[in-house]
């Protein structure tokens, strides 16, 4: 069973930044897809970023040049770095995995494993 652990979320003002962990507790981190999910209150959870075991990334265009997605296999670390934070990025941030999804998906279904989310809170 994969297990995901985000930390990292708090209050911050728009343009600082924030950056997000997620600690998997299985070896098999390595050779998962992952993905950095966010859910704002009222609204569907929407993907923003992904990575897969070769380095390749994919962004959602709100987040494109602002949020980088990185992992560390050897502490089997999954990170996001959020930089210039709008009012509009508040959400509660989530860690998915799957062994089967690709980089190019972002819907929720194709991700099996989540963390419990960490809340990202962004004031103008």
């Known amino acids: 069973q994969v297990q995901l652990v985000e930390s990292g979320g708090g209050s911050v003002q728009a343009g600082g930044s924030l950056r997000l962990s997620c600690q998997a507790s299985r070896y098999y981190f390595n050779s998962f897809c992952m993905a950095w999910f966010r859910q704002a209150p009222g609204k569907e959870r929407e993907g923003i970023a992904t990575i897969d075991n070769y380095g390749a990334t994919r962004y959602a265009a709100s987040v494109k040049g602002r949020f980088t997605i990185s992992h560390d296999y050897g502490k089997n670390t999954l990170y996001l770095e959020m930089n210039s934070l709008k009012p509009e990025d508040t959400a509660m941030y989530y860690c998915?995995?799957?062994?089967?999804?690709?980089?190019?998906?972002?819907?929720?279904?194709?991700?099996?494993?989540w963390g419990q989310g960490t809340q990202v809170t962004v004031s103008s």
């Open positions: 998915a995995a799957d062994p089967y999804a690709i980089v190019t998906m972002f819907k929720h279904w194709e991700f099996t494993y």
